[in-house]
């Protein structure tokens, strides 16, 4: 099995983290024998804000504090290290999940996969309509899931993230598919796997 470059986006509640790991189970019983890479960069970046006590860190605690935009080496850092830690043969499956929110992020992951040869990365973008995240963003229920909290999110998909989809949507290095995210969590792995083919190989 050829190794697999997966990148989702797609606005919160649209269902990234839970296709990321169902792909991973399929990609794991097809190819049980190959290393995995899952590029998730939310906890890694939590446990440097809360459980480092470096100048850097205290600096991103006050810029998240302020609600202010963090700068683009941060994140990039973040998943960055990551890359050069995980990557030991270059023959892993990679599936990324919520990185290169920004358009600073989008040429530099850009680079990198290049770096590291990755045949015909797909970019999966879980496209939902904004009832849709809201109604499933308010079941789900966290801390952070009030509706203002929810439709600056949104607001901020919108502005921000958009503008790297866009750019990997327009490169011709990429396999850029949409994928309707308003489906049944099922249906929406099963068209994933099409967009990989991988179904007929289950």
Not at 66 to 86: K, N, Q, R, S
Request: proline share 3%; aromatic share 10%; with cysteine.
């Amino acid at each position: 099995m050829k190794p697999i470059t997966c990148v989702f986006f797609g606005k919160s509640g649209s269902g990234k983290g839970t296709q990321a790991a169902l792909l991973m189970k399929t990609c794991e019983r097809l190819d049980p024998k190959n290393k995995f890479i899952y590029v998730e960069t939310g906890q890694r970046f939590r446990n440097f804000v809360d459980g480092s006590g470096t100048y850097t860190a205290g600096l991103t605690r006050k810029v998240m504090r302020a609600g202010a935009l963090m700068p683009a080496f941060i994140p990039i850092w973040t998943w960055a290290g990551l890359l050069v830690d995980e990557i030991t043969t270059g023959r892993e499956h990679m599936v990324f999940d919520g990185v290169s929110r920004h358009e600073d992020e989008a040429p530099v992951l850009d680079s990198a996969l290049q770096f590291y040869k990755r045949e015909k990365p797909a970019i999966l973008f879980l496209d939902i309509h904004h009832k849709e995240a809201k109604k499933r963003l308010l079941k789900r229920g966290r801390h952070d899931d009030k509706k203002e909290k929810i439709a600056e999110r949104l607001r901020w998909f919108e502005a921000d993230a958009m503008k790297a989809v866009r750019y990997f949507e327009k490169h011709p290095y990429y396999n850029f598919v949409k994928i309707n995210g308003d489906q049944t969590i099922e249906k929406v792995h099963e068209d994933i796997l099409k967009a990989l083919g991988l179904s007929g190989r289950l």
